[in-house]
């Protein structure tokens, strides 16, 4: 963007080296790009919030294309249930650092930019600090209070924020915080209350879909950074991926949001969780109290022939990938199911982590069962501390 | 006069599964009611305890939000579809 080598002309990057030009020869030929746009490139900052799913296709392309540098937002580490999707990553990443693995990638796939790995959690107190030094901000989040703390960092320094998320096969894409556009408390003013967010059973996301959502983000920015063609501002573009569709709706500035607004109400960062409301995401621990029982203990009173009837109130898909060869009534169909229970027989309801079982332990409770149990930990815990045999996934 | 709602990924659990349904309906508000009549488990996703849409939910007509044209009032006609867009995060960490 121009704002910055104006800002900081003595910083300003004024030529390409032979290697640069024939590392970039395929942008230099197109009209559009050319050499200025090439420049404009090189002298761009952008900050990959996130170097997971999204943040794997927008920082491989848009360190290929010559971003002079990139920040990598993250604190997580790179696990065997990221390689899926998250193609920055190798199998040999697996325990390190996300932002270091990621840097390592993308250093080999271009060392003429600067890449700068922040291993550290976005939060209201680091946010602007982190912010003030790029030109762009890439939202490539999971979770609610991360994607309201980069909205209002980007609406309170001005700049733009490039939008994209994903549910299993949905994908959504925008650009906010561009001076006469909406910003994303226009589009929800509030966060989901805990509750109402689809639980992890109906979660999961086919590997391609960040691909494709976080290649359109990469383009949103490069375009933002050339000043070229229609931006998403004002747009929310859809994307259906078993349909295979895009659709796009209207997004207006609302005149009176309390961020972007004439009125505006917020001024600085808050506490985003307490904003959200403790929610699955950030908190796994379960939210109601309920009797439990160790596997290790489940597993002593099999074997001792107690009768024990197991119940499994995870999905039929979830079934095929493992089990306990218990009775299977998924959590969301357990109140019109409740009759196939015997509740004179002590029941052990598990799940994945234990999580939905608890909700369902307290469920049955309430409709009058005395005799239930919840696994603690789930299946994965029975993994962990029973029969390592049992795959986690 | 049928008008297709559309539903999103993340409702189709409480919708039959299905992603789509169609509706004679005048208005939005027709429309969503006869949605949510059909699908009971949906309305605690679309709805306050007071009746109002809740503000994660956006509702489109074509592509034009509601919350500028006559909100749930929005006149509908023959043909055209509505859409549900709730806020989605990203993926799933736990």
């Known amino acids: 963007m121009a704002t910055t080598t104006e800002t900081q002309p003595g910083r300003k990057v004024v030529g390409l080296s032979k290697e640069e030009i024939l590392r970039y020869s395929r942008h230099l030929i197109m009209p559009e790009v050319g050499m200025e746009g090439q420049l404009k490139l090189k002298n761009a900052k952008v900050l990959l919030i996130g170097t997971g799913g999204l943040g794997a296709p927008l920082g491989l392309y848009l360190a290929a294309a010559g971003v002079g540098k990139l920040g990598l937002v993250d604190f997580d580490v790179v696990d065997f249930t990221n390689l899926q999707r998250q193609v920055t990553f190798g199998t040999s990443d697996v325990g390190k650092p996300k932002s270091q693995a990621a840097r390592a990638r993308l250093a080999n796939l271009n060392p003429d930019i600067q890449i700068d790995a922040i291993e550290a959690q976005l939060t209201s107190t680091n946010a602007l600090e982190l912010f003030k030094d790029y030109d762009i901000i890439v939202d490539g989040t999971d979770n609610f209070p991360t994607r309201y703390l980069v909205n209002d960092a980007c609406i309170l320094l001005g700049k733009p924020n490039v939008y994209g998320s994903i549910f299993r096969f949905e994908g959504q894409v925008t650009v906010f915080g561009m001076p006469d556009g909406p910003c994303y408390r226009c589009l929800y003013p509030e966060p989901p209350p805990p509750g109402l967010v689809p639980s992890c059973a109906e979660g999961g996301v086919l590997g391609v879909l960040p691909g494709i959502v976080g290649s359109i983000q990469a383009m949103e920015t490069i375009k933002l950074i050339l000043g070229s063609g229609d931006s998403l501002i004002g747009r929310l573009l859809l994307f259906d991926a078993l349909g295979m569709r895009f659709r796009e709706l209207k997004l207006r500035k609302n005149p009176k949001c309390p961020m972007c607004g004439s009125n505006r109400t917020i001024h600085k960062l808050m506490d985003y969780y307490e904003f959200c409301g403790v929610r699955g995401e950030e908190a796994p621990a379960p939210n109601v109290q309920v009797p439990e029982i160790t596997p290790r203990e489940l597993k002593s009173r099999l074997d001792r022939g107690d009768d024990l009837f197991i119940l499994d109130v995870r999905e039929p898909h979830e079934f095929q990938i493992c089990n306990l060869k218990g009775h299977l009534i998924p959590l969301g169909e357990l109140p019109r199911r409740v009759h196939e229970l015997d509740s004179s027989r002590e029941i052990v309801a598990h799940c994945r982590s234990g999580k939905r079982s608890a909700e369902a332990v307290d469920f049955l409770r309430k409709a009058g069962f005395r005799k239930v149990l919840n696994l603690k930990g789930g299946i994965l815990a029975w993994s962990d501390e029973v029969d390592p045999s049992v795959p986690k996934y | ?94």
């Open chain 2, 1 to 94: 006069m049928p008008v297709k709602v559309m539903i999103p990924t993340p409702l189709r659990p409480y919708a039959g599964k299905r992603d789509s349904a169609e509706f004679d309906a005048g208005t939005v508000g027709e429309a969503l009611s006869r949605l949510t009549t059909q699908y009971a488990d949906l309305r605690k996703h679309l709805f306050t305890e007071d009746g109002r849409l809740r503000s994660f939910v956006n509702v489109y007509v074509n592509d034009e939000d509601i919350r500028y044209l006559a909100k749930e009032n929005t006149a509908t006609k023959d043909g055209d579809t509505i859409s549900i867009i709730p806020s989605i995060a990203g993926g799933c960490r736990s």
